[in-house]
C-alpha cells in the first residue's frame, strides 16, 4: 500500500487545498491529511473545526483520512503512519524555494521523499493567511474557501 501524507495547519483550508487532496487520491492507495498544529499558539479555528471541513469535502473519497498532530516532526509522523511519501502542494516558485530545503531535510532525518504536486493555476493566488486578511477587512472570500469556512470566517472575524 503506498500512504502519502499532506500535512499543513489547514487554518483554513482552501479550494487549492482541496484540489491537492482529491488529485493526490487517484494517485496513492491512502491519503492522510494530517493537520500540525502547536497546542501553545492559537489558531482561527479549532483542530477540530479545521478537521470538520477539510473531512466534509473529502466524505466521498473513501481513501482519504484527516488526522491531528500535535508537536511532532512530520517525519515523526510519517513513521508512525508507515507513510512512503510526504505530498506538497505548490502554488509557484515561492512555495518550492521554501518547500525545497524541508524536503531536503526530512529526507536526511528518515528517508521519506516528498513529491510535490503543482497546484490548479486558477488557485495559485489562494492562500490561508491571504484568505483570513481579506474576510478580517470584509472582503468576499467566496470560491477561494467553501461557503461553510466562508461563513465561519466571517463570524470569527468579525470587526467590532
Not at 38 to 67: W, Y
Not at 111 to 121: A, K, Q, R, S, W
Request: with cysteine.
Amino acid at each position: 500500500m503506498t500512504r502519502a501524507v499532506c500535512p499543513g495547519s489547514y487554518d483554513p483550508v482552501t479550494i487549492g487545498h482541496i484540489d491537492v487532496f482529491r488529485r493526490a487520491s487517484s494517485l496513492f492507495d491512502e491519503v492522510v491529511v494530517a493537520i500540525l498544529h502547536n497546542p501553545a499558539k492559537q489558531g482561527t479555528f479549532s483542530v477540530d473545526e479545521r478537521a470538520g471541513f477539510i473531512h466534509d469535502r473529502v466524505a466521498d473519497l473513501g481513501n482519504v483520512r484527516v488526522e491531528a498532530f500535535a508537536n511532532r516532526l512530520i517525519v515523526d509522523v510519517c513513521t508512525e503512519l508507515d507513510a512512503q511519501v510526504l505530498l506538497k502542494g505548490l502554488r509557484g516558485e515561492t512555495d518550492f524555494s521554501y518547500e525545497w530545503p524541508m524536503a531536503l531535510m526530512n529526507r536526511h532525518l528518515t528517508g521519506v521523499e516528498t513529491l510535490f504536486i503543482p497546484g490548479d493555476p486558477r488557485h495559485e493566488h489562494v492562500s490561508s493567511s491571504l484568505v483570513k486578511e481579506v474576510a478580517r477587512f470584509g472582503g468576499d472570500v467566496s470560491g477561494l474557501v467553501s461557503d461553510e469556512v466562508r461563513d465561519a470566517l466571517g463570524e470569527r472575524l468579525k470587526r467590532p
